[in-house]
């Protein structure tokens, strides 16, 4: 019976050794798991106390991010060969094959290829970061996520958008430094120009003085002067500087009191007019305009 018993485990004993390589390999990936987002915290502290401002912030959270995602496939990655490996499972015949169809896939993937390279330049430059707002492939909104793969948009009606960032030839950031609030007004041709100029100018000092907005405009109102003669308006420019982000709030703000000053000081807002002409002939003479009225 001893024997038989010995015989039993003896034959078990290559199984059970392998499982407990494979719970080690396990234990070892959790353990460099645990390490990697230490070390990635750590990162992101050491980092965090010398960003000078929220701008490097968020850099700093989209590239915590990217490391975390790269610590995850690597270790995954190396656990999963060695685990093969452990119980038997020869991977090099998978190597193999995974090189000749990666080969044969390369051709196809193409644009994942692109996709993951695109990603790493667009981190490496610092161009996008989470939540900046940005313009890119025709799509705009908040920057919610960035990966090697793609970039997440969500626009201002709250549809989310994925660009793949093989896609992206250029950005259009509108998180960085300051931003320029243009505003275009139209008056009527009849009315003066330099009063419109003094009721604009009104208006900015007003908003650079309420406590709202004083913090956002971060300059003087600048006139840039008669932008175009349109078909029934006279379009005046001017900008104000602003901090990222507030151009749309001071726009629209602007707009709103300053309808407010022009209607206080009668200056006609214009709307599009339709003059009827009835045509002359030869000799200068006018045809009867008739114009005739039913009531029911």
Avoid at 80 to 104: D, K, N, Q, Y
Wanted: net charge neutral; with cysteine.
């Amino acid at each position: 019976m001893d024997g038989i018993d010995y015989a039993y485990l003896r034959d078990w004993l290559p199984l059970l050794s392998s499982l407990l390589r494979v719970g080690l390999i396990l234990l070892i990936a959790w353990a460099l798991f645990a390490f990697a987002r230490r070390l990635v915290r750590l990162f992101r502290d050491f980092m965090g106390r010398r960003a000078v401002d929220a701008e490097d912030k968020r850099r700093i959270e989209t590239l915590v991010r990217v490391f975390h995602y790269i610590a995850a496939v690597i270790i995954s990655l190396v656990a999963g060969m060695l685990a093969l490996s452990e119980l038997g499972i020869s991977i090099a015949p998978i190597l193999g094959a995974a090189g000749v169809v990666g080969l044969a896939v390369g051709f196809a993937a193409q644009s994942l290829i692109k996709d993951y390279f695109t990603g790493f330049v667009l981190l490496l430059e610092n161009q996008i970061r989470q939540g900046d707002v940005v313009e890119a492939c025709g799509k705009a909104g908040l920057v919610e996520e960035v990966t090697l793969r793609y970039l997440r948009l969500r626009d201002f009606e709250g549809n989310v958008h994925y660009v793949p960032n093989g896609l992206i030839t250029t950005v259009t950031n509108m998180s960085r430094g300051f931003a320029q609030a243009l505003i275009e007004v139209g008056i009527a041709y009849r009315e003066n120009v330099d009063e419109a100029f003094e009721a604009m100018r009104a208006v900015g000092s007003a908003m650079r003085a309420c406590p709202q907005f004083a913090d956002k405009i971060l300059d003087d109102l600048e006139i840039v002067g008669v932008e175009r003669w349109a078909d029934s308006a006279v379009v005046l420019r001017c900008r104000f500087k602003v901090r990222a982000l507030e151009q749309w709030s001071v726009r629209r703000e602007f707009l709103r009191r300053l309808k407010t000053e022009f209607e206080a000081r009668g200056i006609e807002i214009p709307y599009p007019h339709l003059t009827v002409y009835a045509g002359i002939d030869k000799q200068g003479f006018a045809p009867p305009f008739r114009v005739e009225q039913q009531t029911r």
